[in-house]
């Protein structure tokens, strides 16, 4: 209402969007002036990036329409979004980026390689023109560099030299500092600045609260695929959008059962790996189950997939029940006692192309083998005792995992490994893509692991599963892990606070 | 009517194909369905599928190995040379040229799984060298019984006479080839059912990464296939020695193609739909009697290849379309 100066704005109205059915939008209403920065947020799963991949034409909306300063369109291809002055900033800078070609020519890449181009480059005016759209955003790379050569950073800002060399009008910027250190996010909040200074809109997507403040003008907040709310910035403070990001209603109900702890079954000290894991200590007890929050992004994939073994530590000790844990591969660490239910079930945790019955016995092959030869009958009998079990709802035990459901191939990528003698099991989002109904069997079958006396590691981005489930919970954010609740400490906002304030609130 | 019958097309479409082959065939030469045909062409096919057991291997681990044809070729004259230059006992001509094999196998590995060159381009190279040392090691010449060398003189040693029975002997009016051949097939089928090294094959081939995260040790997995690859197609190499009587140069480069026709028809069998031991002998069969037929009906014999990829095309297509299906 107060910006009809001269300003120009991009509007999306009533945008609808489902896939299979299932509603990923509802009527969502959004709103963007050029020259503000636009904070979009929301927890995962709240429709932000439909939303973003609709406006940059990735997806194509099943209702509604996008106006940009008074023209409407639809966008059936990122090239008509860019023709609306439309430009996208993903996370996965490669992806957008020619890593062989020079700075200069990524630059201008849609120019060099729209159809209706010269023939011929000249080389000197097109390295010149980079230099001055760099200049612009104050970067000092040679344009002659090669992108591949560049720092994770110095690819971002290539994007956004790109967009101003296409003459941009509004700009998403996909959680663009979650890969970025401090000193680069500062630098990064510079030039965002400059973009809204030269009049274009500026899109932010971003976890971390803080840099909201920071920076930005408006705030929208989604929440299961509908916008909640959009206002000025000083009419804002960080609970009350943590509040709308959560939503009031979000109590559920999860099967808690009762187990005794008992001595530690897993001691982790010092643990390092690469940038996502920074020093790791932790100790999980019999019995217990140990949540690890953060959010997407803090390192807990990455976190279990060095515990067993699938990526190299570079520092650190694992100890598994008191023995010191050699986890140069994933069958090292079955051999001291870890599984792992992977994140990516369809790709690592199950075999998708082999039948129920060959991925049960995987991991116990040995055991069920004599001389090197199966033994199909106690194959056969040990995978109905886990389709029994655990429930798993599958029509014949030779059937493919491909065509049983989510919750169901989780059970199976979980069964697998309960006839090994696996002392700790780590899960990783386990709940992802499962039904409301799966989801609780799930939680059970981890309850009865812990009253077996295994030690769990459950690690999730839903904050209310780790309340719900965990005898305590662990946050971590940037490869560490920063807080520490006992069960009943904490609540969602807590949790959400310390997942997304980062280490800077710590010192 | 149509959804049962698709299916049952799949399923046994290469079988029913084999069996009409082999009636067009009787129709039109009384000669060609009677034992000793029938053998005969048991016998023709007997080193092909030994060498197409070994890429069957290599493509149930998700890999492919090129060098089969040249490692035949190397096997080949390194068993003569042994005899015919050297004078070894038979243990140790059929014990070296194993090795060897296995040790282009192991090359394989070290060059696919321990460096990481996609499994073509590696095989490809490795093809490529074994190759260039066959010849070499001969200097280009076909080793035969008393062949003159280069200094003048003849070489002191013939074709061991126990040797050559490997592959031109019969026991029990049963050609030994085939007799070797068959043991072969139902050792390697009930390998790949029965035995957990055959099973972690499977499953390391289906998908690597969830393999290995369950605990497999995949890289071993996946080296030990090279190494049977290239074990399977140096006997197949022993045998042609024997077969042949001689030390032919180049004598595995045709293997390659028949082989992995052979395992590529096999996908068609019984609908697998994945490398498999039955389907690669049924290949294998499809392939001899095609050609065995082809030569009674005096078809030019460059043509057969012709046919033999025709069906080879065909076979793909079926599989194909039925897995893409499938998935849809």
Redesign the interface.
């Known amino acids: 209402m107060t910006a009809i100066l001269k300003t120009s704005e991009l509007n999306m109205r009533s945008i609808s969007k489902s896939f299979a059915g299932v509603p990923a939008l509802k009527n969502v209403d959004f709103n963007v002036r050029s020259g503000e920065i636009h904070a979009l947020l929301g927890a995962n799963g709240a429709g932000k990036s439909t939303l973003m991949k609709i406006l940059s034409g990735a997806f194509e909306t099943d209702t509604g329409s996008i106006e940009v300063e008074s023209g409407s369109y639809t966008f059936n291809s990122p090239s008509d979004s860019k023709r609306a002055g439309i430009h996208c900033v993903y996370q996965e800078v490669d992806t957008s980026l020619v890593a062989h070609l020079s700075v200069s020519e990524n630059i201008f890449l849609d120019k060099l390689a729209a159809s209706k181009g010269k023939a011929w480059l000249k080389w000197g005016s097109l390295h010149e023109e980079a230099k001055a759209v760099l200049s612009q955003i104050g970067l000092t790379i040679s344009p002659r560099a090669l992108v591949r050569d560049l720092t994770l950073s110095e690819k971002q800002l290539v994007l956004i030299a790109r967009l101003l060399a296409e003459k941009a009008k509004f700009v998403i910027l996909d959680e663009p500092t979650a890969p970025l250190s401090i000193e680069e996010t500062h630098k990064l909040f510079g030039i965002m600045k400059g973009l809204k200074k030269s009049g274009i809109g500026v899109i932010f997507i971003t976890h971390r609260l803080p840099e909201v403040f920071d920076v930005c003008d408006r705030i929208t907040v989604m929440r299961d695929g509908e916008r909640v709310l959009t206002e000025e910035k000083q009419n804002m403070d960080a609970a009350g959008v943590v509040r709308a990001m959560l939503g009031r209603s979000f109590e559920e109900e999860f099967p808690k059962l009762a187990a005794v702890i008992g001595e530690p079954v897993l001691t982790v000290k010092g643990l390092e790996a690469g940038r996502r894991v920074r020093g790791v200590d932790m100790v999980v007890r019999r019995g217990e189950i140990v949540a690890i929050v953060g959010l997407v992004g803090a390192g807990k994939t990455e976190l279990s997939r060095v515990l067993f073994g699938a990526d190299p530590a570079d520092r650190g000790t694992v100890e598994v029940a008191g023995k010191p844990a050699k986890l140069n591969s994933p069958s090292d660490a079955v051999q001291s006692g870890i599984a792992l239910i992977p994140e990516e079930r369809r790709k690592e945790g199950i075999l998708v192309k082999e039948s129920v019955l060959h991925n049960l016995s995987l991991p116990i092959l040995k055991s069920i083998s004599r001389l090197g030869f199966l033994s199909g009958k106690l194959e056969r009998e040990l995978a109905n005792n886990q389709i029994a079990n655990l429930g798993i709802k599958t029509s014949s035990i030779s059937q493919l995992t491909a065509f049983l459901s989510g919750g169901n191939q989780q059970k199976v990528a979980i069964g697998k490994w309960l006839g090994t003698e696996a002392d700790v099991f780590l899960f990783d989002e386990p709940t992802k893509g499962v039904d409301v109904g799966a989801k609780s069997d799930i939680f059970r079958i981890i309850g009865k692991l812990a009253q077996e006396g295994k030690g769990i590691v459950y690690l999730t981005c839903e904050l209310a599963e780790a309340l719900g489930l965990a005898d305590r919970i662990l946050i971590m954010c940037d490869g560490r892990i920063v807080k520490s609740f006992n069960r009943g400490e904490a609540s969602q906002e807590d949790l959400l606070y310390y997942a997304s304030a980062g280490r800077e609130e710590f010192v | 009517m149509k959804n049962k019958l698709m299916p049952f097309t799949f399923k046994y479409g290469a079988l029913i194909f084999i069996g009409l082959v082999i009636l067009f065939f009787s129709m039109k030469s009384e000669y060609f369905f009677t034992y000793s045909n029938l053998t005969d062409i048991l016998r023709s096919i007997s080193i092909v599928t030994f060498v197409a057991i070994g890429v069957t291997i290599s493509l149930t681990v998700d890999g492919f190995d090129l060098s089969v044809g040249a490692t035949v070729s190397l096997s080949t004259v390194v068993t003569a040379t042994l005899m015919v230059w050297y004078e070894m006992p038979l243990a140790v001509v059929l014990i070296v040229p194993i090795v060897v094999g296995a040790l282009v196998g192991l090359l394989n590995a070290l060059l696919i799984v321990k460096i990481r060159i996609p499994d073509l381009l590696a095989t490809l190279a490795v093809m490529y060298i074994v190759g260039g040392i066959h010849k070499t090691y001969t200097k280009g010449y076909s080793i035969y019984s008393n062949m003159p060398l280069q200094d003048g003189t003849t070489a002191p040693g013939v074709m061991n006479k126990d040797f050559l029975w490997i592959g031109q002997g019969k026991l029990l009016g049963v050609p030994f080839p085939v007799i070797l051949m068959l043991l072969a097939v139902i050792g390697a089928h009930i390998f790949f059912k ?4 055959g ?2 094959m ?2 390391t081939g ?2 690597e ?9 995949v890289k071993r997995v996946r080296t030990l296939a090279y190494v049977a690859s290239g074990v399977f197609a140096s006997i197949g190499g022993i045998l042609f020695a024997s077969r042949i009587g001689s030390g032919q140069i180049d004598a595995g480069a045709p293997m390659l193609m028949e082989s992995v026709a052979a395992v590529f028809v096999g996908y068609s069998v019984f609908a697998a739909g994945r490398p498999n031991i039955i389907g690669t002998f049924f290949g294998a069969v499809l392939m001899g009697v095609l050609v065995n037929g082809m030569t009674m009906m005096n078809v030019q014999y460059y043509t057969t290849d012709i046919i033999k990829g025709g069906v080879l095309v065909l076979a793909l297509a079926i599989t194909f379309i039925h897995l893409n299906r499938r998935k849809a």
């Open positions: 029965y035995t957990r090294w099973r972690q499977i499953m289906g998908n990464e969830a393999a290995r995260l369950s605990g497999l040790k």
